[in-house]
């Protein structure tokens, strides 16, 4: 592989803003550029897109850094910029506040590499397609512009499932929970809307609806009819053991139905409140080391893992913060949320261009109707990386691409691809809503192989002319 001097990233969400701030502070004096491609620009998509204080991140701030080898630098920035906050380590704070963090250390790191002669490119563009030729990476944007680098890191994110069946052209229908002024504006105390899926983003939702409109009429519907427990923290604190048997009292659901799901919502909260989360101590590092690890395994043992843990990571993995919880539980109490246990597809009527919901004793009709089912990887389409196959370069069972877990790079022939995948994309790695860590660790993988490819060539150049 050829000396790199200008590199592409695909996405500028936090995996790709990690990634960048990583190359700036390991090749500032080596790199010529970076251009970042990305439709909405830096730091604008999927969850953190929100104005809202009630939209937090879902891990504590003190995880929450977008350098691996500095798990305080989110803290740091917040005590330097919004020291009115006040904030702690554990603390839980709205989305907004992180987004405006990952700008801020963009811009910062932008000056920094630009004095250095490092120049910086946003392409607001779709990336089509993405070939090698001649030992270069080439980028073709949505208006068909070709751009040539050394090496390209593919940085595209999650995405919002859709349930299968659903019309997207329905006109009571938002696709997409974020951002929230997508169904604010059109949510008022009379309405009735109807929340597709019951997990982080479908509170996210309820919790922005109630504080706004505490008399609209929410309906949660999710085949689990269940919500996430509730914690204080989401930290590393203490290495979890090599065996996982440890956790599997926790991977079984015990919650079922409407009153289930509301008296085990007060007892999360009281457990919480008590300090008697004992799990949470253990979260954060079972992140860490399951999706450090998911990568280096075969597909039928990620897959085995995953259902092993699938209730782990949905309940506790995924659970969500105390204040948020206490509001849940507010408006299910006065009778403002209703928990439903249904499949989505046996629920959700299409008639006349709109959503219903098939009730006992008839249709139901909805104001609004929000889906908040979750999140996956974004699927590679297959003509983004088509003419790559004749290296080899291959997509796994997940839908993502082979890669060698040691430095994210695709698996070629030869290794000859210059073609890094990070977060969303990467092979195995289970999606789990605003959490960053696993991304950044990865982006410091992808930076220490750019590094050695990079010393290597500049060692050997060295011992041609001497």
Request: hydrophobic fraction near 35%; aromatic fraction near 10%.
């Given at each position: 592989m050829?000396n790199i001097k200008?590199?592409?990233?695909?996405?500028?969400?936090?995996?790709?803003i990690?990634?960048y701030l990583?190359?700036v502070?390991?090749?500032?004096?080596?790199?010529t550029?970076?251009?970042?491609?990305?439709?909405?620009?830096?730091?604008?998509?999927?969850?953190f897109?929100?104005d809202?204080?009630?939209s937090?991140?879902?891990?504590?701030i003190g995880?929450?850094?977008?350098?691996?080898?500095?798990?305080?630098d989110?803290?740091?920035?917040l005590q330097?910029?919004?020291?009115?906050l006040?904030?702690?380590?554990?603390?839980?704070?709205?989305?907004?506040y992180?987004?405006?963090?990952?700008?801020?250390?963009?811009?910062?790191?932008k000056?920094?590499?630009?004095?250095?002669g490092?120049?910086?490119?946003?392409e607001?563009?779709?990336?089509?397609?993405?070939?090698?030729?001649?030992?270069?990476?080439?980028?073709?944007?949505?208006?068909?512009i070709?751009?040539?680098?050394d090496?390209?890191?593919?940085?595209?994110?999650?995405?919002?499932t859709?349930?299968?069946?659903l019309?997207n052209?329905?006109?009571?229908?938002?696709?997409?929970?974020?951002p929230?002024?997508?169904?604010?504006?059109?949510?008022?105390n009379?309405?009735?809307?109807?929340?597709l899926?019951?997990?982080?983003?479908?509170?996210?939702?309820?919790v922005?609806?109630?504080?706004k409109?505490?008399?609209?009429?929410?309906t949660?519907i999710?085949?689990?009819?269940?919500?996430?427990?509730v914690?204080?923290?989401?930290?590393?604190k203490?290495?979890?053991?090599?065996?996982?048997n440890?956790?599997?009292?926790?991977?079984?659901?015990?919650?079922?139905?409407r009153?289930n799901?509301?008296?085990?919502?007060?007892?999360?909260?009281?457990?919480?409140k008590?300090?008697?989360?004992?799990?949470?101590?253990?979260?954060?590092q079972?992140?860490?080391?399951f999706n450090?690890?998911?990568?280096t395994?075969t597909?039928?043992?990620?897959?085995q893992?995953?259902?092993?843990?699938?209730?782990?990571?949905?309940h506790?993995?995924?659970?969500?913060?105390?204040?948020?919880?206490?509001?849940?539980?507010?408006?299910?109490k006065?009778?403002?949320?209703i928990?439903?246990?249904?499949?989505?597809?046996?629920?959700?009527?299409?008639?006349?261009?709109?959503i219903?919901?098939r009730?006992?004793?008839?249709?139901?009709?909805f104001?609004i109707?929000?889906?908040?089912?979750?999140i996956?990887?974004?699927?590679?389409?297959?003509?983004l990386?088509?003419?790559?196959?004749?290296?080899?370069?291959?997509?796994?069972?997940q839908?993502?691409?082979?890669?060698?877990?040691?430095s994210?790079?695709?698996?070629?022939?030869?290794?000859?691809?210059?073609?890094?995948?990070i977060?969303?994309?990467?092979?195995?790695?289970?999606?789990?809503?605003?959490?960053?860590?696993?991304s950044?660790?990865?982006?410091?993988?992808?930076?220490?192989?750019?590094?050695?490819?990079?010393?290597?060539?500049?060692?050997?150049?060295?011992?041609?002319?001497?």
């Open positions: 050829t200008n590199i592409a990233i695909v996405g500028a969400g936090p995996s790709g990690s990634t990583q190359l502070k390991e090749l500032h004096n080596d790199l550029s970076i251009t970042i491609f990305d439709p909405l620009g830096i730091a604008k998509s999927f969850s897109n929100t809202l204080a009630s937090l991140n879902n891990t504590s995880v929450s850094s977008l350098y691996a080898d500095d798990k305080l989110y803290f740091k920035w330097d910029k919004k020291s009115d006040n904030v702690s380590s554990s603390d839980f704070i709205s989305r907004y992180f987004k405006e963090y990952c700008q801020d250390r963009f811009w910062q790191s000056e920094y590499a630009n004095a250095f490092c120049s910086t490119f946003v607001n563009s779709e990336v089509k397609k993405i070939a090698f030729k001649n030992d270069r990476m080439i980028v073709t944007s949505r208006n068909d070709n751009f040539f680098f090496a390209v890191i593919l940085a595209t994110g999650v995405t919002t859709t349930p299968s069946g019309d052209s329905c006109t009571n229908l938002i696709t997409d929970p974020y929230e002024s997508q169904f604010l504006n059109r949510v008022n009379k309405s009735k809307v109807l929340i899926g019951s997990k982080l983003s479908a509170i996210d939702v309820s922005a609806i109630y504080n409109y505490p008399d609209a009429q929410m949660m999710s085949r689990s009819g269940e919500l996430p427990s914690r204080s923290s989401l930290l590393i203490n290495a979890v053991p090599q065996d996982y440890i956790l599997s009292r926790l991977s079984t659901s015990s919650c079922t139905g009153v799901a509301e008296y085990k919502l007060e007892q999360d909260i009281t457990c919480c008590s300090s008697l989360n004992h799990w949470e101590d253990i979260v954060g079972f992140i860490e080391e450090e690890q998911i990568p395994m597909p039928d043992r990620q897959q893992l995953i259902s092993k843990y699938q209730y782990f990571i949905k506790y993995v995924s659970s969500f913060p105390l204040s948020n919880a206490e509001i849940i539980l507010k408006a299910i006065s009778g403002n949320l928990i439903l246990r249904k499949d989505i597809s046996d629920y959700v009527v299409m008639k006349d261009n709109k219903f919901g009730e006992k004793y008839g249709i139901k009709n104001d109707v929000i889906n908040a089912s979750g996956s990887h974004k699927p590679i389409d297959d003509t990386i088509q003419s790559l196959s004749k290296f080899s370069v291959t997509k796994n069972k839908g993502g691409l082979k890669i060698s877990p040691d994210m790079r695709v698996i070629s022939e030869n290794d000859s691809v210059p073609l890094y995948v977060g969303g994309p990467a092979a195995g790695e289970v999606p789990i809503t605003n959490y960053v860590r696993s950044v660790i990865q982006a410091k993988k992808i930076v220490s192989d750019i590094v050695h490819i990079s010393r290597t060539s500049k060692k050997g150049l060295l011992s041609y002319y001497a």
